[in-house]
């Protein structure tokens, strides 16, 4: 069997759901980052994919562009993080109800 | 060796190691999982041709991000102390999701399957078309170039949001 473009975006929404439940059932801000991460990583299988198979430049190009979204992504959310944590001692989720009631 | 094997080594490593990201109770070995999973998506890339995109995932995300996590993991204290049983509501929606997911994917694996586009007429030898550094050039600067000043821009934008995130300052109020 051969592998065509189906099973890149198989694997690509598999990707995206392991991430997709990672975010909904993890209580840590670092993992839940991390499947963030996971899911625009999916995303970007299924653009390579795409691109390789339709013969065009453009996803590939966007992918690109991802990558670099993605990096100020993570500084700035790291960042955010540690700020968090040095006022709240905590990153679990269930612990940061500041805006509750 | 037809690639397909690499295929469904790689995809399976991938996917395994995903799984290992959100499976893992210790962060420093979800970390880890996810430089796995990253590579393996790096090796897929390289059976699509995209030769220049694996070498910036395994740069940017494996090199870059994945040690930023390691770094931010050593800063602070990751462990959770007890952690409370999910929340009956949780279930239920995490339960529903999966099975609208599962549903999904076995509609689309029924009926609707994307054909691989032929090029019919295309006598000549299939050529890469994401495999040349110079196609990226002519794309980038021609038909992107305003987002790649946009993503620069970006850039600049997001250093200057982490100095200022990560400054101290004295006397703010603090929000407990």
Redesign the interface.
């Known amino acids: 069997m051969n592998v065509g473009i189906n099973e890149y975006l198989y694997l690509s929404a598999v990707l995206f759901a392991i991430g997709f439940f990672g975010v909904l059932l993890r209580k840590n801000t670092l993992v839940i980052y991390m499947c963030l991460e996971l899911m625009l990583v999916a995303s970007t299988v299924a653009l390579v994919a795409f691109s390789h198979f339709n013969r065009t430049m453009d996803g590939n190009v966007f992918v690109f562009f991802i990558l670099t979204v993605a990096a100020a992504e993570v500084a700035v959310g790291l960042a955010i993080i540690v700020a968090l944590f040095r006022r709240r001692q905590t990153i679990q989720v269930e612990e940061l109800n500041a805006l509750k009631n | 060796m037809s690639?397909?094997i690499f295929?469904?080594l790689f995809?399976a490593l991938?996917?395994g190691s995903?799984?290992a990201?959100?499976l893992c109770k210790n962060?420093v070995a979800?970390?880890l999982s996810?430089l796995v999973?990253?590579v393996g998506?790096a090796a897929?890339?390289i059976l699509?041709?995209?030769f220049?995109?694996a070498a910036?995932?395994v740069f940017?995300?494996a090199g870059?991000?994945v040690a930023?996590?390691l770094f931010?993991?050593m800063?602070?204290?990751?462990y959770?102390?007890v952690?409370?049983p999910?929340k009956k509501a949780?279930i239920v929606?995490?339960g529903l999701?999966?099975a609208l997911?599962v549903t999904g994917?076995a509609t689309?694996?029924q009926r609707g399957?994307?054909a691989?586009?032929e090029?019919a007429g295309t006598t000549a030898p299939l050529v890469?078309?994401?495999a040349s550094l110079r196609?990226?050039g002519e794309?980038?600067f021609t038909?992107?170039l305003l987002?790649v000043q946009i993503?620069g821009f970006?850039?600049l934008?997001?250093?200057l949001?982490?100095i200022v995130?990560?400054k101290k300052f004295e006397g703010l109020e603090?929000?407990?």
């Open positions: 690639p397909d295929f469904y995809s991938t996917a995903a799984l990201v959100v962060t979800s970390a996810l999973s990253l998506v897929l890339f699509l041709d995209a220049l995109l910036l995932m940017v995300y870059a991000v930023l996590f931010i993991v800063l602070i204290d990751t959770g102390g952690r409370k999910f949780t929606a995490s999701g999966l997911l994917l689309l694996a399957s994307i691989t586009p090029f890469p078309v994401g196609a990226y794309q980038l038909t992107y987002p993503v970006l850039l934008i997001a250093m949001g982490v995130l990560s603090d929000v407990k």
